[in-house]
């Protein structure tokens, strides 16, 4: 099975301030089309997930354009450019190149 | 706007069964793969289960592979997880999620596996 990590698990921010979040994946994300299939959710508290990035750098529609996602092969990074008060929560990192699907163990971003 | 509803959860007693449900609308159901994924009680993500959009294909996870069986009526628009000889390590938050790239999240059912 493909191992995703992710780092920090916790990730305190100041409102403002840019973060980042990083995921690295056991093999290479890279299917035989040539795409790269590693998405990003968002977990709110109390909430379903959301998806926020899908095939590495691609916004779903909805969402601020202060979330990018990039990498390549095995190593990921979702960033905030500047952290709002409803960016509090649970993000993943997920592989859907292989069988079965991983998730990363999840970074928690909070508010300093 | 995309819809998944699941329901059918509970609190069942170890190795008994569940059938969980999934009413699907606000997309072409029978043209989309569908995911179960879980979340135990303040635990991380873990994808369950992909049913491919005829039905006539699914992959597991290891953990429930033999016990838990996926399947979809297209004419209906909705999904079934038929979990059996459930453990307590089954106790999750159980989602449906659509496409294969995970797209729309319902809002999950809860199981619980406990005597």
């Known amino acids: 099975d493909v191992v995703m990590t992710q780092s920090p698990l916790s990730l305190p921010v100041t409102l403002g301030q840019p973060a980042s979040i990083s995921c690295r994946s056991s093999?290479?994300?890279?299917?035989?089309?040539?795409?790269?299939?590693l998405n990003w959710f968002q977990q709110r508290p109390g909430q379903s997930p959301r998806r926020l990035i899908y095939?590495?750098?691609n916004r779903d529609s909805g969402v601020p354009d202060r979330f990018s996602g990039s990498g390549s092969g095995t190593e990921f990074t979702l960033k905030i450019s500047r952290v709002e008060a409803e960016d509090v929560g649970v993000y993943y990192c997920?592989?859907?190149?292989?069988?079965?699907?991983?998730f990363g163990q999840g970074t928690k971003v909070e508010i300093k | 706007e995309v819809q998944l509803l699941e329901s059918g959860g509970g609190l069942v007693q170890p190795g008994g069964s569940l059938r969980l449900s999934c009413a699907a609308s606000?997309?072409?159901?029978?043209?989309?793969?569908i995911n179960w994924v879980r979340q135990a009680p303040g635990k991380g993500l873990e994808w369950v289960s992909t049913?491919?959009?005829?039905?006539?294909?699914?992959s597991y996870a290891d953990s429930v592979k033999g016990r838990f069986t996926v399947s979809r009526d297209n004419s209906k628009n909705i999904l079934f997880l038929q979990m059996n000889s459930l453990r307590t390590v089954d106790t999750a938050l159980y989602f449906c999620?659509?496409?294969?790239?995970?797209?729309?999240w319902g809002r999950g059912t809860l199981v619980t596996v406990s005597s």
């Open positions: 049913i491919n959009e005829r039905g006539d294909w699914a």
């Open positions: 095939m590495v750098s």
């Open positions: 999620t659509e496409h294969w790239q995970v797209a729309n």
């Open positions: 093999q290479s994300l890279v299917y035989s089309d040539g795409k790269t299939y």
């Open positions: 997920m592989q859907v190149t292989h069988w079965p699907r991983t």
């Open positions: 606000g997309f072409t159901f029978r043209t989309s793969a």
